[in-house]
């Protein structure tokens, strides 16, 4: 099975940028979907971009415009470019795939996460 390895979060204040990266152990050609998901304390863990074929794409009004999520299969990664951080992004970002049951059921068991933190 598909593992994920999370990178590329840390510290930034408000506005600033960060770029997330996923790492899969294996191909993700074969993938239908791949999200980035985030729990803050306290919190539940939700979804906050999804990838799906031909390139869709899909984001929470909390996100839209500010998040990008793209991949390369090539290099079977998955990646969040994030603009314009605000504190409430604060969280520990996860990546995981998904099938036709939709992002809301996760294929694979949850990574380490990478934290993004934004305060100033």
């Known amino acids: 099975q598909v593992q994920f390895v999370e990178s590329g979060g840390g510290l930034v204040q408000p506005g600033e940028s960060l770029r997330l990266s996923c790492t899969a152990s294996?191909?993700?050609?074969?993938?239908?979907?791949l999200g980035w998901y985030r729990q803050a304390p306290g919190n539940q863990r939700e979804l906050v971009a999804a990838?799906?074929?031909?390139?869709?794409?899909n984001y929470p009004d909390s996100v839209k415009g500010r998040f990008t999520i793209s991949r390369d299969i090539s290099k079977r990664a998955v990646f969040l470019q994030m603009n314009t951080l605000k504190p409430e992004d604060t969280a520990v970002y996860y990546c995981?795939?998904?099938?036709?049951?939709?992002?809301?059921?996760?294929?694979?068991?949850w990574g380490q996460g990478t934290q993004v933190t934004v305060s100033s």
């Open positions: 990838i799906l074929p031909a390139g869709r794409t």
């Open positions: 294996g191909s993700i050609a074969g993938i239908y979907g």
């Open positions: 995981n795939q998904f099938g036709l049951r939709g992002s809301s059921y996760p294929l694979t068991s």
